[in-house]
T-cell receptor
Framework: DAGVIQSPRHEVTEMGQEVTLRCKPISGHDYLFWYRQTMMRGLELLIYFNNNVPIDDSGMPEDRFSAKMPNASFSTLKIQPSEPRDSAVYFC??????????????FGSGTRLTVV | GNSVTQMEGPVTLSEEAFLTINCTYTATGYPSLFWYVQYPGEGLQLLLKATKADDKGSNKGFEATYRKETTSFHLEKGSVQVSDSAVYFCALSVRNNQGGKLIFGQGTELSVKP
């Protein structure tokens, strides 16, 4: 299994531009999570999906952020327009039904976003 | 609510020293507890877990015991190596109708010097 795959690994963009981060979860996993990591705020859960349906998006910072999961093997996190304070490492993680509370998640390697 | 509190870092140790990273939690219900490790430039990896009181999780020489009476899950290793330098996250999950999302502590950076 290739694990959770995120792309790109690094993204540098100018303020005001649209940014799209991508995630491919582990095949067969039906939970997908998006996290943001910064020095100041640590790890923050932004949103998570179950069977491609958003379950809890209370962590999404504002309307500039949106996430979709059109099918079981792909999810995107979009920021439009981007701002310098969005600079962070964004992680995607996946898990299976009944598993999260027992086995935890499998994380991707993250996307390091820099907005200048 | 549910929360996790870890000892603040960074923690700096010499090789072969004993390691303890404290973790306490607050939870409604009966949580599962986890330690994750993040090496530089990488994502988080599950290090060990415990799903009920008095369980001991262990992996790669690391251990943690689920202590319900003290609501703690401290991470220990008898002899650290330079390769253990990383950030360690304590986390909990309470099973509910939303699938049991993980709640993380703030992370503790460990630096091991030769």
């Amino acid at each position: 299994d290739a694990g959770v795959i995120q792309s790109p690994r690094h993204e540098v963009t100018e303020m005001g531009q649209e940014v799209t981060l991508r995630c491919k979860p582990i095949s067969g996993h039906d939970y997908l999570f998006w996290y943001r990591q910064t020095m100041m705020r640590g790890l923050e859960l932004l949103i998570y999906f179950n069977n491609n349906v958003p379950i809890d998006d209370s962590g999404m910072p504002e309307d500039r952020f949106s996430a979709k999961m059109p099918n079981a093997s792909f999810s995107t996190l979009k920021i439009q327009p981007s701002e310098p304070r969005d600079s962070a490492v964004y992680f995607c993680a996946s898990s299976s039904t009944g598993i999260p509370s027992t086995y935890g998640y499998t994380f991707g390697s993250g996307t390091r976003l820099t907005v200048v | 609510g549910n929360s996790v509190t870890q000892m603040e870092g960074p923690v700096t140790l010499s090789e072969e020293a004993f390691l303890t990273i404290n973790c306490t939690y607050t939870a409604t219900g009966y949580p599962s507890l986890f330690w994750y490790v993040q090496y530089p430039g990488e994502g988080l990896q599950l290090l060990l877990k415990a799903t009920k009181a008095d369980d001991k999780g262990s992996n790669k020489g690391f251990e943690a015991t689920y202590r319900k009476e003290t609501t703690s899950f401290h991470l220990e290793k008898g002899s650290v190596q330079v390769s253990d330098s990383a950030v360690y996250f304590c986390a909990l999950s309470v099973r509910n109708n939303q699938g049991g999302k993980l709640i993380f502590g703030q992370g503790t950076e460990l630096s091991v010097k030769p």
